[in-house]
Structure formats: C-alpha cells, structure tokens
C-alpha cells in the first residue's frame, strides 16, 4: 500500500504557457501533500505543503502566484507553473501523508523542460 | 531551522566491502529521520526511517543505521556493496508540528560509486 503517482512523468512546454502536474495517493487518503523541487544533481527543496481544502503554505522564496497549488480532495493535489520559463525546468516530485501520520510518500516524479 | 549535512559527496567502495555514509542534522527537538535512495532520473525510495524506539534501525537491501542523538547523526551501513547499490543516497530530517507530517528537509546527497 502507500502508492503515490504524478501524472505526467514528462512535459515540454514553450515559455510562456502553463503546465499541470498532477499527484495522487492511489490507496489511501492523504490529508497532506508536498511538493519539492529537485535541480540537476541536487537535493530536493520544500516548495509547498498543502492541506485538503485549505491553502497551501509556500516555503520562503517560492511564489505562489507562479507555482499554484490545488488539494480539492484526499487523494489529489495539483501543481500549476503558470507562465513557465526555462529556469522552470526542473524535476518535480510530491508526497503524500496519511492523516495524522509522519512517514512520506513518494511520487516517481515529473521532469518539466521548458523551452 | 533544520539543517542536514551530508559531508561526503561521493565516496567510492569496491564491491563486497562494508558502508558508511554520514549524516549529521540540527534540530530543536527529536527529529524524525530517513534514508532515501534514488536512481537516475527515477524518485525516491525509502531505505528506512527512524521516529522513537531503538536507536539502531535496520531498512530493506541490507542497510541499517544508528540515531545517535549526543553526535545528533544518523548514519547508514551496509555490511557489503552490491554494484547494484550504486545510486544517490539522500538523508531527510522531518517533524510533527502535532497534526501530522511536516515538509523535510534534505541532505545534498552522496553519490555513490562501486567498484568492480
């Protein structure tokens, strides 16, 4: 159990459009998701943590005007990069967590090219 | 805030020989840790996690690692390498702010090589 996946696993896009990544906790329900951030051969970065049906809560230096994040139901959070640009590349993971619970769950990740 | 330092950023083992990567992390209280391995292009798989109890904790593939709050480390092993171990190896460190999990916080990472 504990299956999170990201649709898709890779986009391209042209600077200037927007791109939707979608997570979801495909056997449970995830009252909390993050979204991080991961540059080539570095670590990965907080960006956000969402909660169902409330807003999310940006890490300082993330914009949320760009980088919107959406948690309508238990087992879906979206992230939208509005305007994309190729500094925008990177590779985007989430995670989800059990309610009340500490452990993480991983998604495979999406490659995000802007060109 | 937390931090997670990694000190190594490659380290290089013959196969068959024993691990250690280090991992040392500020925290304010009792943190809760894990170890991730990733592959190229690929996410995050856990190795293992601590959050209370016995401080040596044993993870999947083989690896361990011990909580040792007086050095504030959690440091992996393995007894020996497989090629198959070659990978990026992430520490985190997280917290409960008492509803549940908050965002981690990772190390930089050690890249591991093996050597036939």
């Known amino acids: 159990g504990a299956v999170v996946s990201q649709h898709p696993s890779r986009v391209i896009c042209k600077s200037g459009t927007s791109v939707k990544i979608e997570c979801r906790s495909l056997?449970?329900?995830?009252?909390?998701m993050f979204w991080y951030r991961q540059f080539p051969k570095q670590s990965l970065m907080l960006m956000a943590t969402?909660?169902?049906?409330?807003?999310?809560?940006?890490e300082q230096g993330v914009e949320k005007d760009k980088f919107l994040i959406n948690h309508a139901s238990l087992t879906l959070s979206t992230l939208t990069v509005t305007s994309a640009h190729p500094e925008d590349s990177s590779f985007y993971i989430c995670?989800?967590?059990?309610?009340?619970?500490?452990?993480?769950?991983f998604g495979p990740g999406t490659r995000l090219t802007v060109t | 805030a937390q931090s997670v330092t990694q000190p190594d950023i490659h380290i290089t083992v013959s196969e068959g020989a024993s691990l250690e990567l280090r991992c040392n992390y500020s925290?304010?209280?009792?943190?809760?840790l894990f170890w991730y391995v990733q592959s190229p292009g690929q996410g995050l798989q856990l190795l293992l996690k601590?959050?209370?109890?016995?401080?040596l904790v044993q993870g999947i593939k083989g690896f361990e690692a011990e909580f040792k709050r007086s050095q504030s480390s959690f440091n992996l092993r393995k007894p020996s390498v497989h090629w198959s171990d070659a990978a990026e190896y992430f520490c985190a460190v997280g917290e409960s702010s008492g509803g549940g999990a908050d965002g981690l916080t990772f190390g930089k990472g050690t890249h591991l090589i093996i050597q036939p």
């Open positions: 925290y304010g209280a009792t943190p809760y």
């Open positions: 995670s989800a967590s059990r309610t009340g619970g500490y452990e993480q769950y």
């Open positions: 601590y959050f209370s109890g016995d401080t």
């Open positions: 056997d449970f329900q995830a009252t909390t």
């Open positions: 969402s909660n169902e049906g409330s807003k999310a809560t940006y």
